[in-house]
């Protein structure tokens, strides 16, 4: 079997803009991104790449993980190694219809490893509306950036978004085990109008 990093490095080179990394997230990282997923409830994953956070994920009911990836290779990763998951080949602005079409209601929590870094303003209010219209009124979103991007402009904007967005966002200390170190962000309670 491929290895994860030459897969991951791989799709980098052909779909930067889309993919963001190049080595899958390490494993006190994803320790850090799981352990805000209950064991119940309906769990959805933006941006699993090649796995490494959907195997952190433990669930009673994998069926009620729904794994959203818009890159055909990399989601073929993930539905052959966990074929429990749902994987919806899709945009993430697209996760209200895809939880739709799956008959599961709002997610209770939203995992993402999307590359807010490289993905444009508009795109991200879009993927940032559809998280939280589609969680429960309670969810919980979580998503990271990596520790020396922190000053940039998509990454003030990440927080800014996260900020007017959910009643509560808590941020991790620095995870210095990942390569590169990078920052956790957890959001509670969307808003559902937000304006810009």
Known sequence: MERDGIILFREFLRHPWRVGAVTPSGRRLTEV???????????????????????????????????????????????????????????????????????????????????????????AHAIMTAVRDALTDGGCFTTYAYAHTRWTPPARRLVRSLAEGFAEVTVSPVVWANMPPAVVYVARGPHRAVAG
């Open 33 to 123: 991104l799981a352990g805000t997923v209950p064991r119940g409830g309906v769990v959805v994953e933006l941006g699993p790449g090649t796995g490494a956070v959907t195997a952190g994920i433990r669930l009673r009911d994998p069926r009620r993980h729904v794994a959203v990836e818009v890159n055909p290779r990399l989601a073929r990763v993930v539905e052959r190694r966990w074929p429990g998951v749902e994987v919806a080949r899709a945009d993430a602005a697209d996760l209200g219809r895809e939880l739709a079409a799956r008959a599961l209601g709002p997610a209770d929590t939203i995992v993402s490893s999307l590359p807010w870094a490289v993905i444009p303003a508009d795109r």
